[in-house]
């Protein structure tokens, strides 16, 4: 019976720390449980509404790589390298972006200033997504939205629509302009050569080619890999404390094909 009186004396004191910390950290942070927004003129804090569900990412599944890019590693989701820009980025190099392993851009097409509802439409949309497309990166747009009713959201998707339809007409553009030009030079680029090696694997109606049947009855495991399957050895490689004496190596990723197949 002591036991139990104690252990439940602990658990309401454990509580009651906890409680009392919550609060040491409320009252020593003003602006505890809020997020910082740009209203137009400048920042103002505000409460998030209640409710609202937080990702359930695993924070140890991302790590930071050599040249302090974060990285994710887990299993559930396949991962690409983006970056978000707009007119505060003023002019991008974009080759130099696509060079450091950045995949994708995300540009801002415009947006709502929180509080006044003043609608805005960023400068540089049409010249980030042109040159974007011209480094090689699929692109995207996102309209920067602060509504906090039903009404301002509807605003905001129709405010955003036209931005959207320029973008779509400037992609279209791009790609047929692009499409010419190399035809005219005879040229291919790398998405080309993506394209050839894919139709050497499937027929056009998405079936396994002959030459696939040879490929996988040369691998054991009798199956092409996933783009995940080679974060292992990723995460060995950049790991200094498990890599660090390796100075040149070749690591087969490839369900035993070199070894079994005599390459």
């Known amino acids: ?51 609202v569900a937080l990702n359930d990412l695993d ?23 983006g970056v978000d820009v707009s007119s505060y980025q003023g002019d991008i190099d974009w080759q130099q972006v696509y060079d ?10 415009g947006g709502m200033y929180y509080g006044s509802g003043e609608l805005y439409t960023d ?15 699929r692109v995207g747009a996102y309209f920067f939205s602060q509504a906090i009713s039903e009404d301002e959201a509807e605003a905001d998707r129709l405010a955003a629509l036209p931005r959207l339809q320029a973008l779509f007409a400037a992609v279209r553009d791009f790609d047929a ?27 056009p109606d998405g079936t396994p080619t002959p030459r696939t049947g040879k490929i996988l009855a040369a691998t054991p495991m009798g199956r092409f890999g996933e783009p995940e399957e080679l974060l292992g050895t990723l995460r060995f490689l950049i790991d200094n404390d498990a890599s660090g004496f390796v100075t040149g190596i070749t ?5 035993g094909f070199s070894a079994y197949s005599g390459v």
């Open 1 to 51: 019976m002591y036991i139990v009186i104690l252990i439940a004396a602990l658990l309401l004191a454990a509580y009651a720390v906890v409680q009392l910390r919550q609060r040491a950290g409320r009252e020593a942070d003003p602006h505890y449980g809020m997020v910082e927004v740009f209203n137009g003129e400048g920042y103002v804090w505000i409460t998030p509404q209640e409710g």
């Open 177 to 203: 302009r692009f499409a010419a030009k190399k035809q005219e030079r005879k040229l291919l680029e790398f998405s080309d050569f993506e394209h050839l090696a894919l139709r050497l694997l499937r027929s």
């Open 59 to 81: 924070k140890e599944e991302f790590i930071t790589d050599p040249n302090g890019n974060l990285t994710y590693t887990g299993r559930e989701y396949k991962a690409s390298r």
């Open 123 to 137: 400068d540089n949309f049409i010249k980030n997504i042109e040159g974007a497309k011209a480094a090689g990166l």
């Open 100 to 109: 450091s392993g950045v995949r994708f851009a995300i540009v801002r097409a």
């Open 251 to 255: 690591i087969p990723v490839d369900g």
